[in-house]
């Protein structure tokens, strides 16, 4: 019987042939990451626990900033220089300070992620990472401060789901259009602590970023794990970043899934996940007309430098609509620096657009531009819970392309024509 990626990833870093599905096993963590939300807690849990012993290897923790940055009070600032001093005092040199952008796409960027890797990390979101061919995961605070003491962790061997997509995309339905179409299929518990493996035809023309489009969503099935094939194109930017030949991972022929999903996208229309669930997703055309007062470009799921070009497409030669609000964030600060090289700063400021410094963003309350209650966001994230934004406002997940149309048009618009 055949192994799945994770089962071979897990199965490797134990140093066993096989691993099976349901066994408990203690595995070597390649990287531990925390941020500036959730981070100073694990340092002040490992400090209580340890005292001032040194981390097990200060290389293979990350530190990022990413959530509320530059610090908006008193308190965000005491966090961050709690993570600063921390990282000084263990000599930790992978500190990724105000500015540099969304942690796991920063970890991509210098090279801190290989195929095969094992890497932890405080945010939910840090799956997506299975699109670098690792298994990533988001865990709790006493699961990092003991990986940080002891270099390992233990995990139960998820089983895994394979969803299988056919068809080439005709624009503009994207990889988030994709996503949210497997979501309303999936269902937001769906893949709960299932590995994902996303993989098929379609997504052999598919670049990086849409892969990570497509990884950060498997959290929303509440799967623990996710991966697409790992493409030579893949390996290659990996390969550049971390200066290291990569050994890509595949499943066996004959792996055992759990659940299987097949799925015909070629002649999908772009899709909006309608509140208060990222499972709730309509055909964009069922809610077109639904007034909006803002609209959210960026996040870990749609902030790579192919989503903003793929808004400013649209955005050129138009302007927002009156009344309605648009944030543009790029995900990283090599990303911000690739749109503005390039001329898209201007197409967003000339749109009438704000475009703040590289972060998380519109993904919680932490950051500028929340809701007032009875307001509507398009969002290109990836959660519309209730109160996710602000307490009494509703938000509709969609694609650069669907958000940028809607934010014209100051209503909820098909990217069709425009």
């Not at 077109?288 to 803002?294: F, V």
Request: net charge negative; glycine share 10%; charged share 25%.
């Amino acid at each position: 019987m055949g192994s799945t990626i994770i089962e071979k990833i897990i199965a490797r870093s134990t140093g066993r042939e096989v691993v099976t599905p349901n066994e408990r096993v203690w595995v070597d963590v390649d990287l531990a990451v925390v941020r500036d939300f959730g981070g100073p807690n694990v340092i002040l849990e490992y400090e209580k626990d340890f005292g001032d012993q040194k981390v097990h290897d200060p290389d293979k923790i990350a530190i990022t900033f990413d959530l509320h940055v530059p610090a908006k009070d008193e308190k965000v600032a005491q966090n961050q220089k709690i993570c600063r001093d921390f990282a000084m005092k263990q000599g930790i040199k992978n500190l990724f300070d105000v500015g540099s952008g969304i942690g796991q796409h920063v970890l991509l960027e210098n090279g801190l992620v290989n195929a095969g890797d094992v890497i932890v990390g405080t945010d939910s979101h840090m799956n997506l990472l299975g699109c670098a061919n690792s298994f990533s995961s988001g865990v709790g605070t006493t699961d990092i401060v003991a990986t940080w003491a002891q270099g390992k962790l233990w995990f139960k061997v998820p089983r895994t789901i394979k969803i299988s997509l056919e068809g080439n995309l005709e624009k503009p339905t994207s990889a988030k259009d994709v996503i949210l179409h497997i979501l309303k299929n999936v269902g937001c518990e769906g893949a709960l602590y299932r590995s994902v493996e996303i993989c098929g035809p379609t997504l052999e023309n598919m670049s990086l970023s849409e892969r990570i489009t497509l990884t950060s969503m498997v959290t929303e099935m509440s799967g623990k794990a996710a991966f697409t094939p790992p493409h030579r194109k893949v390996m290659d930017f990996l390969e550049r970043r971390t200066k290291k030949e990569q050994d890509a991972i595949f499943p066996d022929e004959d792996a055992q899934y759990v659940e299987e999903f097949d799925f015909e996208v070629g002649n999908l229309e772009p899709q909006i996940a309608c509140p208060d669930s990222p499972d709730n997703v309509k055909p964009v055309s069922e809610v077109e007309g639904t007034p909006i007062d803002e609209v959210f470009i960026g996040s870990c799921t749609n902030g790579r430098y192919e989503d903003l070009y793929e808004a400013a497409q649209i955005l050129k030669k138009n302007k927002v609509a009156d009344g309605v609000r648009l944030i543009v964030l790029p995900s990283t600060a090599e990303v911000a620096r690739a749109a503005l090289d390039n001329g898209l700063y201007q197409i967003f400021f000339e749109a009438g657009a704000v475009v703040p410094n590289p972060s998380c963003g519109l993904c919680t309350t932490g950051h500028h531009g929340i809701l007032a209650r009875g307001e509507v966001l398009v969002s290109t994230s990836n959660r519309n819970f209730p109160g996710k934004v602000g307490k009494g406002g509703k938000v509709y997940l969609a694609s650069p392309a669907t958000a940028a149309a809607s934010s014209i048009k100051g209503k909820i618009t098909s990217p069709g024509g425009l």
